[in-house]
């Protein structure tokens, strides 16, 4: 199945920003953390959108805001054409049916106290899906073959099982319900390489099988590379590029992707021991006094006067490829290490 133009996820302008307080009796509000500043993207039905950026930028804080775990500052979050802010309760709670989670840790994601068939069932027990014990155990096993899993399992508890078995178990949770859309937040980072192929190649044949939509977060790029069909790249809570997944990684534009792509090892010696020093300097500037202008102009290499002035919009390269820098174009060829 091929991805959809048609959106599922649509989020414009999306701001969050946390207050920072100060006492203890009487809290004062002394500065806001910009977590999210300014995001739009729209993800198709049937895609996997790769989000991607260092620590601390606003990926997750995106993630949580679509899932309704936070409340946006500011900005629209639209469902299948809705604004999740003007969904009632009813609509609440099929809106939670219909997207689902899969964090980073698999171990501290599920309840230690619960076994298999309790925590891939408590879905459908809480959703009044599969009344009866029989039924759910049913599908708890049928849910855990799809996954690759026995239907042994449906005893043990999460301390029983290896890193990959428990992640599988938590994708078995999130498509207990049969959602259209799966946040997966840092799914695969907290598993061994040879493990990360296996979860990654099962997550695509789940795609492929039940039409299913990621929002797939992550930092390793070449995971990222391999399961998105496009990828927006952010830094500091805004997105600096965006693009279809070949032509970001084959030609990237912004100074901070180029330096990203440049900072992933190579695992030859000589030609690591050859590669330029990194092209970032410096630190990247706290989200509550976020620089001003471009907010990458403190550590980037082309940056000038008039970078410190005015905050780049995300100019259109062409097919679908936008970069937040008015410096950069097509006509600028980058290898990519």
Not at 75 to 102: K, M, S, Y
């Amino acid at each position: 199945m091929t991805a959809s133009a048609t959106p599922l996820v649509e989020v414009e302008d999306l701001r969050k920003h946390f207050p920072v307080t100060s006492g203890v009796v009487f809290e004062h509000v002394t500065g806001a953390v910009k977590a999210v500043d300014g995001v739009s993207v729209a993800i198709g039905r049937g895609e996997t959108f790769g989000l991607v950026g260092e620590s601390g930028c606003g990926k997750s804080t995106i993630g949580r805001c679509i899932l309704k775990l936070e409340t946006p500052t500011s900005g629209t979050i639209r469902f299948d054409g809705r604004d999740i802010a003007d969904f009632d309760r009813r609509e609440t709670l099929a809106f939670r049916r219909r997207v689902q989670a899969v964090f980073q840790d698999p171990f501290s994601s599920l309840n230690p106290r619960m076994t298999v068939e309790e925590i891939v069932g408590e879905p459908l027990l809480v959703h009044g899906q599969e009344t009866t014990r029989s039924a759910r155990l049913k599908r708890v096993r049928a849910l855990l073959d799809v996954c690759g899993l026995p239907a042994r399992l449906v005893d043990r508890y999460p301390h029983e099982m290896s890193g990959g078995q428990r992640q599988r178990v938590g994708i078995a949770r999130a498509l207990a319900l049969r959602p259209d859309f799966i946040l997966c937040d840092e799914a695969v980072s907290a598993l061994d390489v040879s493990i990360q192929a296996q979860i990654v190649r099962l997550l695509e044949d789940l795609r492929a099988e039940f039409g299913l939509t990621y929002l797939f977060i992550g930092h390793d790029l070449s995971v990222v590379r391999h399961i998105s069909h496009r990828v927006a790249v952010m830094y500091l809570g805004r997105i600096v590029e965006i693009a279809d997944c070949a032509t970001l990684f084959e030609r990237p534009q912004h100074p901070y992707t180029r330096a990203l792509l440049a900072a992933v090892p190579v695992p030859d010696p000589e030609v690591e021991r050859a590669r330029p020093a990194g092209l970032v300097k410096g630190e990247i500037p706290s989200p509550m006094t976020p620089p001003p202008g471009c907010v990458f102009h403190p550590r980037c290499p082309l940056a000038d006067e008039s970078c410190r002035r005015a905050e780049p919009a995300l100019r259109d390269l062409g097919g679908g490829h936008r970069v937040a820098c008015p410096k950069v174009g097509h006509d600028i060829a980058v290898p990519v290490p």
